[in-house]
């Protein structure tokens, strides 16, 4: 799948979420701005996760894994800053901001790890 075609995916699938999400948590609320933000976060991270995969395919074994495991690194990293930053910089509530980013996460892999199988069995269906 193309990294637009998942883009519209993970958009869709986290705006409509977080719709439902806006019905139950007032408007204005700072727990509000928390679920945006975790959303916002695990939705860049499956994006990258999933450019980093389609980018490194095609080259050999040894440089997939090193280009997976290292972007893997690096995006924990990355998430671990900004989830700090979210919670001492911008004050946003800890609990609605991890329990959304860990939800939006867990969604995302579940997406992502569909859709890699899905162009691994076709991969080996061509062959």
């Given amino acids: 799948m ?7 995916l993970v958009l ?5 979420s977080f719709a439902a999400v806006a019905l139950v948590v007032p408007a204005g609320a700072l727990e509000r701005r928390a ?3 975790g959303a916002a976060l695990a939705s860049l991270n499956t994006l990258a996760a999933h450019a980093l995969v389609g980018w490194s395919e095609r080259r050999s074994t040894k440089a997939f894994l090193g280009i ?5 690194v690096g995006r924990l990293t990355l998430m671990l800053a900004a989830v700090v930053a979210g919670v001492l910089g911008l004050g946003l509530p800890r609990l609605p901001l991890v329990v959304s980013l860990l939800a939006y996460f867990a969604l995302f892999l579940a997406m992502e790890l569909a859709v890699q199988h899905r162009h691994a069995r076709r991969a080996a269906e061509a062959r």
Avoid at 2 to 8: A, G, P, V
Avoid at 12 to 16: E, N
Avoid at 68 to 72: A, D, E, F, K, N
Wanted: no cysteine; net charge positive.
């Fill in 2 to 8: 193309s990294l637009l075609r998942y883009s519209i």
């Fill in 35 to 37: 679920v945006a933000f």
């Fill in 68 to 72: 997976v495991l290292g972007g893997m």
């Fill in 12 to 16: 869709a699938a986290a705006a409509s």
